[in-house]
């Protein structure tokens, strides 16, 4: 009877917090185009399974207000803005008071950088992507990686830039390769004590601050001939809420983010993510025959993932319709939804269908009429990632509510 009591009172305090915070999904501007009916995740395979973990954890945080919990969004251009993945990001870092989280993952873009933050580079860095023919050996989960054979480089990173949820962090990694051991890593301008600590494991070189700030000038001594590499950034600060890692690369496919699975899932690991979502599919299948090799591409990227992670939740959406070359509706987008669909059912992930969610084949049109669209009738504007954003959030929400007493 103690026990029944004792799950019931758990129970009560979930429903409680969040009914104390109003928790609820974002209300959202339909524009004639999205139906919010359809806004729903569908489990395939044990899918379901595989989320509980992630539901319950969510639960826990909401009641304890202590936990972090890590979700990790890969895909291409679309992610790359950020305007997508910032718009989920910000709803699930201001749905409750206390719950914020940190800024986690940042990619030192070299050109495309999201403005939700600000990165400088000295003259000796250069770029390298997922989609560059050379230096396969170091492309990473970040997408895009720099590197330098000069000596005194530097990288300057504020974590607030036209950002709508404040950031400081008291704790920073960054990722990259072997240091030979003339070379050093370190912080420079620096008005706080810190502690520097190399993670030969996962590759990053960790650094905690003795107070919080927002801006960190990071200095590259390298005395050895070999090119050193910076994959890519992690800021924390331990406040409990969502972190919301994302990034994407312009260009990129499902076989891009397969080119180096050991570096990809060993930084991956580091990051004990809750959940992974995959936003791919445009470029996979934009031209004629990439819809032959999505599907293998896109298994693969699933089986790397959960190489680090075995039974990681794992969210697909589908790409909205786009036209080939401005000309006519891409009628391969309606393929990749059914490829994307078939590698859920094969690897037990969920999808959130976002191309049907906004009406399917005939919506590119619709939405370009409403500004939803950019004239090259491929990508979003601001305010149409805005809308896809909210979309994944509310189904994600409705997902935790649904299993909040579970």
């Given at each position: 009877m103690r026990f029944v009591l004792k799950n019931i009172l758990h129970i009560f305090l979930v429903v409680f917090a969040f009914v104390m915070v109003k928790a609820q999904p974002v209300q959202i501007n339909t524009y004639g185009v999205a139906n919010l009916q359809a806004d729903t995740i569908t489990y395939y395979g044990n899918s379901f399974e595989k989320f509980s973990p992630f539901f319950k954890t969510f639960r826990s945080m909401i009641i304890g207000g202590k936990q972090q919990i890590n979700i990790y969004h890969i895909g291409d251009s679309h992610i790359q803005a950020d305007f997508f993945s910032g718009q989920t990001r910000k709803d699930f870092q201001s749905f409750m008071a206390g719950l914020e989280g940190s800024r986690g993952m940042v990619t030192p873009y070299t050109k495309g950088s999201p403005d939700?933050?600000?990165?400088?580079?000295?003259?000796g860095w250069k770029s390298v992507n997922i989609l560059s023919a050379s230096d396969s050996q170091h492309k990473s989960l970040w997408g895009t990686s720099v590197?330098?054979?000069?000596?005194?480089?530097?990288?300057?990173?504020?974590?607030?830039n036209r950002n709508p949820i404040k950031y400081e962090f008291n704790s920073f990694r960054v990722y990259h390769s072997d240091l030979q051991a003339e070379d050093k890593i370190y912080i420079d301008d620096l008005n706080v004590a810190y502690s520097r600590q190399y993670n030969k494991e996962y590759?990053?070189?960790?650094?905690k601050l003795s107070d919080y700030i927002t801006e960190v000038?990071?200095?590259?001594?390298?005395?050895?001939?070999?090119s050193f590499y910076i994959y890519g950034f992690y800021f924390d600060n331990k406040f409990a809420g969502v972190v919301y890692n994302a990034t994407g690369t312009n260009g990129a496919t499902a076989a891009h983010y397969n080119n180096n699975a050991n570096l990809f899932t060993k930084h991956l690991s580091s990051l004990k993510a809750n959940l992974v979502i995959i936003s791919l599919g445009t470029n996979d299948t934009y031209e004629s025959g990439g819809e032959n090799t999505f599907e293998t591409?896109?298994?693969?990227?699933?089986s790397n993932i959960r190489k680090s992670h075995k039974?990681?939740?794992?969210?697909?959406t589908t790409p909205t319709e786009c036209y080939w070359h401005k000309k006519y509706p891409n009628p391969r987008m309606k393929t990749t939804v059914d490829i994307i669909k078939n590698v859920a059912k094969k690897n037990d992930c969920a999808v959130l269908d976002i191309y049907n969610i906004l009406g399917g084949q005939g919506s590119a049109k619709k939405m370009k009429n409403n500004s939803l669209?950019?004239?090259?009738?491929?990508?979003?504007?601001v305010k149409g990632y805005g809308l896809i954003g909210d979309l994944l959030y509310n189904a994600l929400w409705q997902e935790i509510e649904?299993?909040?007493g579970k």
């Open positions: 939700s933050y600000s990165i400088s580079f000295s003259s590197y330098t054979n000069l000596n005194n480089q530097s990288i300057n990173i504020k974590v607030n590759g990053y070189t960790e650094f000038k990071i200095v590259v001594d390298k005395k050895s001939s070999d591409n896109l298994s693969n990227l699933v039974d990681i939740p794992i969210l697909l669209m950019q004239n090259d009738m491929v990508h979003l504007s649904n299993n909040l």
